[in-house]
């Protein structure tokens, strides 16, 4: 009986075995589908900022085309525009400090993305929420609009396109030349008592940065006011104007960048803060400038997005899609393939205990 046991045909241990990780290998996925995509939302600021369809050397034009400000952003507060501001990363916009006192809540604040006209979006308009906000520590406190500057972090992040991309920011370092060519844009008023009619398309001017003593000038305080308790201009400040054409910012247009072109690409060197009457003559515009707050504001990008405080849920609870979203197809959800792979490697096991019990 011994005898015929061992002469008995079958695969054998070392036959088991082999067939085993024979089947193994023929399981497992190739090496490539095991690799973790990299998240598309994490984009490399530095690669991809103060890209448009803008060069340094064009001219003219009231209403702004589409993608030529792909920085541009609107904040808007319980559907009503309020500030500009810019886009400088997938999770930050900047904008000016007086811009965020609308509201301490960070839910009543919206930014909206890739809009030419604010009453007409396209396929690649955005509406962000935010879920923080930051102004420094210095803000409004020496004198009126002190470091009139603001982060805003988005509550998700957004993907780059030629319609939605960051505008580069200054080093403290930074020099910008008195002849570079710089803009200013916005959607706030058109004078000082006529408003941007609808669609409310995007206004844009080309202006000339000014010598400080200019600006310091114009703007001294009267004689017998307190200097802290007066707008005027500041050492962190600066400014710019076109006195030939008699445009400047309005009301509507704080928090929007004064943007000028330097070495090959768009860089945010100030932001709109306040300026005389829009009316003639037109007195120059005061920018925060983002030279002076370069360390505050590569220091506040540290922030880190605290972690969700649990909360107990009802049920299931309904997906909607955001605003700007509605135009793209929901995934399917019940295309769920992880169940199928774990049923493969059942069944293989099985198989292969199912061998190694016939080669005893």
Known sequence: MGGSRRGRSGLGRQGACALAALLLWLCLPPLSAQTTPSNPSVQNQ??????????????????????????????VVRRKHICGASLISNSWVLSAGS?????????????WLGYTELGNPTNFSKQVKIDAFFTPDEYNKAHPLASDVSLLHLEDPVEFNSHVRPICLPENSTVVPMNSV???????KLTQTDFLPSPFPLQEAKVSLTERDYCRNQYMPPIGMPADQMLSFREDNICAHDPSVEKSMCAGDAGGPLSCYLNGAWYAVGVTSWSGDCQSPVSPTVFASTTYHARWIKEKQNWVKPPPTPKPTKGPSKKTRPPAMTNKPIPDAGAVHKPRVFLVLLSSATLLLLILLQSQ
């Open 99 to 111: 811009c965020v006192q609308r509201s301490e809540i960070t839910s009543d604040y919206r930014i």
């Open 182 to 188: 710089c803009w200013i844009y916005g959607w706030g």
């Open 46 to 75: 530095a690669a991809s900022c103060g890209r448009s369809t803008v060069t340094g050397k064009i001219f003219g034009g009231q209403a702004a085309a589409a993608e030529r400000w792909p920085w541009l952003a609107s904040v």
